[in-house]
């Protein structure tokens, strides 16, 4: 079920839509990527405990397209940074489920998009990954998880240049890292700690603001690509399932051939037969 869909049951109105989103979620995680980077700047260098990070250019909604049937991917917010190293940045406020498959696909689709022919492997710029996960997705109340690859029967681990970060959404901290998941997490703009934030989310999300209006059109935008999306999977569907015909109606045609060449030639013989027997 898309996104749009799920809003639709819930809400009646994009202005319903709008009050009822978090940081967290899709539609206004890609608005501050958008509009205000260096706040998604901010959070990660405190996911990643590193002050020193800087964004050299970022994308919102960065699309890699695909085929039917082949699955297409959207990164929520992926950056560049002055010290080579990309960044995917996931805001999964749901469809947790199967997350580690799903890792992989960003992964792989992320990788693909900067490697040309001929391409030195050695020049492969490392990669990371950020799950901004609304719930404890392993339960021992950790603000953030990095996953790493042990070799099992090694003391050595696999590094490939790929790094894996996952932030608990449910963490409770008074810390830092735990005001920007509160903040993220909340409906509330009232109740978020840090001004940066607040203010941010205050400008997308009260009538008052221009960024209300920005809201309003992105979520109609949101429905318009949905809708294209279903056109495109049904005309898919259509043209395969006429394909499907064809072969059959090809193979049946064949099959039928085949049949009265072989009748032609058991006519053919049975004549010669009687002609030599008469």
């Known amino acids: 079920c898309c996104r749009m869909d799920l809003y639709r049951k819930r809400f009646k109105s994009a202005k319903e839509v709008v009050a009822k989103l978090r940081p967290i979620d899709d539609l206004l995680f890609s608005m501050i990527g958008k509009y205000h980077p260096e706040i998604l700047e901010e959070f990660l260098k405190v996911i990643l405990n590193n002050d020193s990070l800087k964004f050299i250019s970022s994308r919102i909604q960065d699309r890699y397209p695909a085929l039917p049937p082949y699955k297409s991917a959207a990164m929520d917010f992926t950056v560049r940074t002055t010290d080579g190293i990309f960044i995917d940045f ?11 498959k799903k890792v992989r696909l960003y992964e792989c689709k992320n990788d693909s998009s900067y490697i040309l022919s001929g391409f030195d492997y050695k020049m492969f710029p490392d990669g990371i990954t950020v799950i901004l996960a ?7 109340n950790e603000a953030v998880y990095e996953v790493y690859r042990p070799v099992r029967n090694s003391t050595k681990d696999w590094i490939d ?6 932030v608990n959404g449910e963490y409770k901290g008074n810390d830092l890292i735990g005001d920007y998941i509160h903040d993220f997490v909340s409906y ?6 840090l001004d940066s934030v607040r203010n941010c989310v205050r400008y997308f999300k009260l009538e008052e603001e221009k960024g209300f209006e920005n809201m309003c059109e992105i979520i109609e935008q949101y429905a318009r690509d949905e809708v294209r999306e279903v056109e495109i999977r049904k005309d898919a569907e259509i043209k395969e399932a006429r394909e499907a015909v064809e072969k059959v109606e090809a193979e049946k045609n064949e099959t039928v051939e085949k049949l009265e060449e072989e009748n032609r030639k058991n006519s053919i013989g049975i004549y010669l037969r009687f002609v030599k027997q008469g």
């Open 90 to 100: 996931e805001a999964q406020a749901s469809h947790l489920d199967d997350i580690e």
């Open 161 to 166: 240049g790929r790094k894996v970060f996952v």
């Open 134 to 140: 609304d719930k404890d997705m392993f339960g021992d």
């Open 188 to 193: 509330d703009i009232e109740d978020m700690r």
